[in-house]
């Protein structure tokens, strides 16, 4: 079985800040990992995803992820926030099993 | 549409009564996934259809949980004698693609519906 930790239920930070959101992971077998976003009143979306290859992965917005199997951690970062940014961040791990998300982090930007 | 429709985008039932959740798909997309997303949490696996049979149900809590996909495209959510600790978001989800391959595709959400029981 599959399961995902987000290791800060809240995040704020000022507007052009740089943020990281952590996520750690843990698995028997080879997974994907994902990074989804919920803005206020819609539904998830896809930020980014790690499949295999790089392990640094560009996901829309300007958000990025960075896998680390030795520490089980897939991490994402943002350089510069903007306040359109807040929303709440999933993590998810997908191994044999349907998507298993974390509780997710709450992100607000400051202005 | 373009998007995974869900209705009703809110209900509000009383304690021990019947509901239907319902979900629409993305044209095309025979994988279709229920989720719950209680305050606080992330969503949480309910069940998966492949084409028309559930694949995987083993997020259901109990047996009050149903849910069917008859002609492999719509989908509804049935709970039973509702209690207050059903409430929650209900999310539905499609894809193009096999998960229990360790498939690559997305997954594409709905708006959820909301789900209070009094």
């Known amino acids: 079985a599959q399961s995902v930790t987000q290791l800060d239920s809240q995040v704020p930070v000022f507007e052009e800040a740089p943020v990281e959101l952590r996520c750690n992971y843990s698995s028997s077998v080879s997974v994907y990992l994902f990074w989804y976003v919920q803005y206020p009143n819609q539904g998830l979306q896809l930020l980014l995803k790690y499949l295999s290859g790089s392990t640094l992965v560009k996901g829309i917005n300007g958000f990025e992820a960075e896998f680390n199997k030795s520490q089980t951690s897939f991490h994402l970062r943002k350089p510069s926030v903007h306040i359109s940014d807040t929303a709440e961040y999933f993590c998810a791990v997908q191994g044999y099993t349907p998507l298993v998300f974390g509780k997710g982090t709450r992100l607000s930007v400051i202005a | 549409g373009a998007g995974v429709s869900q209705t009703p985008s809110n209900k509000v039932t009383e304690k021990g009564k019947y509901v239907e959740l319902r979900c629409d798909p993305i044209s095309g997309h025979t994988a279709l996934y229920w989720y719950r997303q209680s305050l606080g949490q992330g969503p949480e696996f309910l069940i998966y259809?492949?084409?028309?049979?559930?694949?995987?149900d083993s997020g259901l809590p109990n047996d009050r949980f149903f849910a069917v996909r008859p002609e492999g495209s719509v989908s509804t959510l049935k709970i039973q004698r509702t209690e207050r600790g059903d409430s929650a978001v209900y999310l539905c989800?499609?894809?193009?693609?096999?998960?229990?391959?360790?498939?690559?595709?997305?997954?594409?959400f709905g708006e959820g519906s909301r789900l209070t029981v009094l």
């Open positions: 989800a499609s894809s193009s693609d096999r998960p229990l391959t360790k498939n690559t595709g997305e997954l594409f």
């Open positions: 259809f492949q084409g028309t049979g559930a694949a995987d």
